[in-house]
């Protein structure tokens, strides 16, 4: 059986009545764990590297760089694992 991952550590940055903005920070092959997204949202990778996306019809890869930003609406389910060998960094801004 496998070691379980370490925890992606988040830390909300800002809340107001229209946003959430949080940084996510992930040792090397930490995870977000499953989780569904409540609002739509855009992530700004602060780090070039790879994520691993776990999703329920299977796993896919993401090439992020830094700087470049890509969004998704919410009900995305899905679980998110850095999978490099250094720590990789994320803010995600959250539209409610």
Known sequence: MNAPR?????TKQLET??????EWR???HAETGWHVHGYDYTVVPITTGTLLIETKTGDLTAELATGISYARDAGVEHNVVNDNDFEF???EVELK
């Open 6 to 10: 370490p925890l992606a550590q988040p």
């Open 17 to 22: 009545e229209r946003l959430i903005v949080t």
């Open 26 to 28: 992930f040792a090397p």
């Open 89 to 91: 960094i994320f803010v």
